[in-house]
């Protein structure tokens, strides 16, 4: 799989490449590039399968990253694409004309990170979550346990036992609560 | 016999309704069923401890222990305990499990399409305080702020014998009287609609589902 990294490293500029497994490589494409890189890898190299988009938002670098993951059933090989995105105005290229489903996709992560896709089919809809208010749920600046807190009742008197110590403790009385 | 509520009750205003559809529902307000008098309400309450039928809608993982307790092996058959496939048909609503904000909603419309009288069964640990979803975003932490529960079977997840005492302990409540969780639904339902509409953001259903 050398050779397919060279070939796109001659026309893309490809960074981070990394061999995860002897069937798996992830590479890091600029924001520009990756839709061209994306489309030349389904029509020219026969990567036909789109097997998940997903994010993840590291936040101290104020940036999405968005993971493509590509796989060739010919050679049963995967390849991920990260792209690094701006996280205070996230928004991407839409891929969904070539894979339909990624439109699917898209509309999560519209909901989940509020990264918005232009274009792309009923992005502006619900998902999962109705009529949500807050900012989106799976970013790392949203505090889930207070939103929680503030929005539904907690019931009062709620404790916690570390599972292994309280059975030992149960079963094992004798031993004491060390150990 | 059945009287309405001493004031007359005022209509509801079906206000996530848009304008147009408002006639197609009702805007009454729940009523108070007052019990019968003497051995009348006992036969009554005899007969539906009896034939509990529970609508077969699994809204969480608890869902799962539904179907060892309907197959040969636990066979709620026996106790007169059968699924129905809808909420009119029903008597019993088991919430089996976590539930969520979009999961809630449709809790309500159902627990509301049911006919009186009416109990709930709530499963596990995630309706009485949370359970391990007890910090989550999208997952309400206890059940009876949005709906009168009748029985809670505490564990995760509780075993179908576990199941079957809770149906015993509901039946025990139902003979003696004590299963009012639809007049108490009707008594404090502004209460129980003001916890409803907090979370439920996008109220695009009547106010009362009857």
Request: hydrophobic content about 35%; some cysteine.
């Given at each position: 799989?050398?050779?397919l990294i060279?070939r796109l490293k001659a026309n893309f500029r490809i960074k981070n490449v990394t061999?995860?497994?002897?069937?798996?490589i992830f590479l890091t494409v600029p924001e520009k590039q990756a839709v061209s890189l994306i489309t030349y890898l389904r029509n020219q190299e026969?990567f036909?399968h789109l097997v998940f988009l997903t994010a993840v938002?590291w936040?101290?670098e104020?940036k999405f990253q968005l993971n493509y993951m590509l796989h060739?059933?010919?050679?049963?090989?995967s390849l991920g694409i990260r792209v690094m995105i701006n996280r205070?105005k996230p928004v991407m290229t839409s891929i969904h004309h070539l894979w339909?489903?990624a439109s699917?996709y898209q509309?999560?992560l519209k909901?989940?990170f509020?990264i918005d896709f232009p274009g792309s089919?009923?992005?502006?809809?619900?998902?999962?979550?109705?009529?949500?208010?807050?900012?989106?749920?799976?970013?790392?600046?949203?505090?889930?346990?207070?939103?929680?807190?503030?929005?539904?009742?907690?019931?009062?008197?709620?404790?916690?036992?570390?599972?292994?110590?309280?059975?030992?403790?149960?079963?094992?009385?004798?031993?004491?609560?060390?150990? | 016999?059945?009287?309405?509520?001493?004031?007359?009750?005022?209509?509801?205003?079906?206000?996530?309704?848009?304008?147009?559809?408002?006639?197609?529902?009702?805007?009454?307000?729940?009523?108070?069923?007052?019990?019968?008098?003497?051995?009348?309400?006992?036969?009554?309450?005899?007969?539906?401890?009896?034939?509990?039928?529970?609508?077969?809608?699994?809204?969480?993982?608890?869902?799962?222990?539904?179907?060892?307790?309907?197959?040969?092996?636990?066979?709620?058959?026996?106790?007169?305990?059968?699924?129905?496939?809808?909420?009119?048909?029903?008597?019993?609503?088991?919430?089996?499990?976590?539930?969520?904000?979009?999961?809630?909603?449709?809790?309500?419309?159902?627990?509301?399409?049911?006919?009186?009288?009416?109990?709930?069964?709530?499963?596990?640990?995630?309706?009485?305080?949370?359970?391990?979803?007890?910090?989550?975003?999208?997952?309400?932490?206890?059940?009876?702020?949005?709906?009168?529960?009748?029985?809670?079977?505490?564990?995760?997840?509780?075993?179908?014998?576990?199941?079957?005492?809770?149906?015993?302990?509901?039946?025990?409540?139902?003979?003696?009287?004590?299963?009012?969780?639809?007049?108490?639904?009707?008594?404090?339902?502004?209460?129980?609609?003001?916890?409803?509409?907090?979370?439920?953001?996008?109220?695009?259903?009547?106010?009362?589902?009857?």
């Open positions: 799989m050398t050779k060279d061999m995860q497994r002897a069937d798996l026969n036909s938002d936040i101290e104020n060739n059933h010919g050679f049963n090989f205070q339909e489903h699917t509309r999560e909901e989940m509020g089919p009923e992005i502006d809809q619900n998902f999962i979550l109705e009529g949500w208010e807050d900012i989106p749920p799976l970013r790392r600046d949203f505090d889930t346990l207070k939103y929680s807190e503030r929005t539904y009742f907690p019931r009062t008197g709620r404790k916690s036992h570390d599972p292994r110590k309280f059975m030992k403790s149960k079963i094992y009385p004798e031993q004491g609560e060390e150990r | 016999m059945l009287k309405n509520q001493e004031n007359q009750p005022q209509k509801l205003a079906n206000a996530g309704l848009p304008e147009h559809e408002k006639y197609l529902f009702c805007d009454a307000r729940p009523r108070i069923r007052h019990p019968f008098k003497g051995f009348w309400e006992k036969f009554l309450n005899w007969a539906r401890a009896n034939s509990i039928w529970m609508l077969a809608y699994g809204t969480g993982c608890g869902a799962i222990e539904l179907r060892p307790l309907m197959t040969a092996r636990y066979d709620v058959f026996r106790y007169g305990i059968a699924p129905r496939p809808t909420p009119r048909q029903s008597s019993v609503i088991i919430i089996g499990g976590y539930c969520s904000v979009k999961t809630l909603k449709r809790i309500i419309r159902s627990y509301e399409q049911m006919q009186n009288p009416k109990f709930v069964l709530a499963l596990g640990s995630c309706t009485i305080n949370g359970g391990m979803y007890w910090d989550s975003y999208n997952t309400i932490n206890r059940i009876d702020a949005y709906i009168p529960v009748d029985i809670y079977i505490a564990g995760c997840m509780p075993r179908p014998e576990a199941i079957i005492a809770g149906f015993k302990k509901l039946k025990q409540l139902i003979k003696s009287g004590k299963a009012e969780g639809a007049n108490l639904y009707a008594e404090n339902f502004d209460w129980y609609k003001a916890n409803q509409k907090k979370i439920i953001k996008d109220w695009n259903m009547p106010d009362y589902n009857w």
